[in-house]
Nanobody
Framework: QVQLVESGGGLVQAGGSLRLSCAASGRSFSSYTLGWFRQPPGKEREFVAATKWTTGSTYYADSVKGRFTISRDNAEKKVYLQMNSLKPEDTAAYYC???????????????WGQGTQVTVSS
């Protein structure tokens, strides 16, 4: 079993920055991919970024490339999402997720955190 707990959401003005954290626990993550998804109000959950735990390889949605950075701390078992140049359309509940394979679809992820709200004001 894997447990994921997000933190770091909040209210920020457009152009500002936030860093989300995801604390992972429960088992070895050597074969896992850790990802961030978001769900804007009234919309479906969408892929934001992912990183392979062992290699650190990263993947991003086109909408956040160049603005968001995903990283991990193996020793602390944490994954971070640094969000810069935030826009009002980034407003969403952000979720940390884990999968034993890899993918950009929410259905491919087995474990989910409870989510943290990010609100970007214009």
């Amino acid at each position: 079993q894997v447990q994921l707990v997000e933190s770091g959401g909040g209210l920020v003005q457009a152009g500002g920055s936030l860093r989300l954290s995801c604390a992972a626990s429960g088992r070895s993550f050597s074969s896992y991919t850790l990802g961030w998804f978001r769900q804007p109000p009234g919309k479906e959950r969408e892929f934001v970024a992912a990183t392979k735990w062992t290699t650190g390889s990263t993947y991003y949605a086109d909408s956040v490339k160049g603005r968001f950075t995903i990283s991990r701390d193996n020793a602390e078992k944490k994954v971070y999402l640094q969000m810069n140049s935030l826009k009002p359309e980034d407003t969403a509940a952000y979720y940390c997720a884990a999968t034993r394979s890899f993918g950009t679809s929410a259905g491919q992820y087995d474990y989910w955190g409870q989510g943290t709200q990010v609100t970007v004001s214009s």
